[in-house]
């Protein structure tokens, strides 16, 4: 089992509708998530970070964290085509000092 | 500021050939990641610096594997010889200690081994 999963996707949503994006983890321990975004060809970006259960909002973005089923969701209102990239769901595993652990990404396309 | 520096952006090789990434990262960053990416295994930690110091190397893959980080400024990822399988995305970040979460990513070397 990996420790950090994600659906592969692809997923496609039309344009002004919630993206949800899932990642699980093995690590009961973990503590600290990561959302990173990476646009086609360019490297991975930060845009949403959250230890503590429940959400977390940042403009259209809301992260939520449910540490006893251990899922992280990101959920993106008012999608764009502009938010169409393959998104990254990292984890602080515990024992780790500052390494984090990626899953392999949600390929997300918004649909104008 | 800049931002992390990589080159070269593309390294097209023969195996067996030696490879040398070069990173230079954000002035100030105390943590350097070396990461590669592939469609299969996704995005996997290499090695990690802090301080120049390698802190953790438990991700590179085999002994071919190399990394350095003589200062504060230049670290170097080094495979010899290389192999097909090495074809990937080799990205390095950087971060502060204080916000060693938020790694910042350079722009990537795409290597190709023929």
């Known amino acids: 089992q990996k420790e950090v999963e994600q659906n592969s996707g692809p997923l496609s949503v039309p344009e002004g509708a919630i993206a949800s994006l899932n990642c699980t983890y093995s690590?009961?321990?973990?503590?600290?998530f990561f959302w990173y975004r990476q646009y086609s060809g360019k490297s991975p970006e930060l845009i949403m970070f959250i230890y503590s259960n429940g959400d977390k909002e940042d403009g259209r973005f809301t992260a939520q964290l449910n540490k006893a089923s251990q899922y992280v969701s990101l959920l993106i209102r008012d999608s764009q085509p502009s938010d169409s990239a393959t998104y990254l769901c990292?984890?602080?595993?515990?024992?780790?000092?500052?390494?984090?652990?990626f899953g392999s990404g949600t390929q997300l396309t918004v649909l104008p | 500021d800049a931002g992390v520096i990589q080159s070269p952006r593309h390294e097209v090789t023969e195996m067996g050939q030696e490879v040398t990434l070069r990173c230079k990262p954000i002035?100030?960053?105390?943590?350097l990641f070396w990461y590669r990416q592939t469609m299969m295994r996704g995005l996997e930690l290499l090695i990690y610096f802090n301080n120049n110091v390698p802190i953790d190397d438990s991700g590179m893959p085999e002994d071919r594997f190399s990394a350095k980080m003589p200062n504060a400024s230049f670290s170097t990822l080094k495979i010899q010889p290389s192999e097909p399988r090495d074809s990937a995305v080799y990205f390095c970040?950087?971060?502060?200690?204080?916000?060693?979460?938020?790694?910042?990513f350079g722009p990537g070397t795409r290597l190709t081994v023929t």
């Open positions: 690590d009961r321990g973990s503590q600290s």
């Open positions: 002035s100030g960053h105390d943590y």
């Open positions: 990292a984890a602080r595993l515990s024992g780790s000092a500052r390494q984090l652990t």
């Open positions: 970040a950087s971060s502060t200690w204080e916000n060693s979460y938020e790694q910042y």
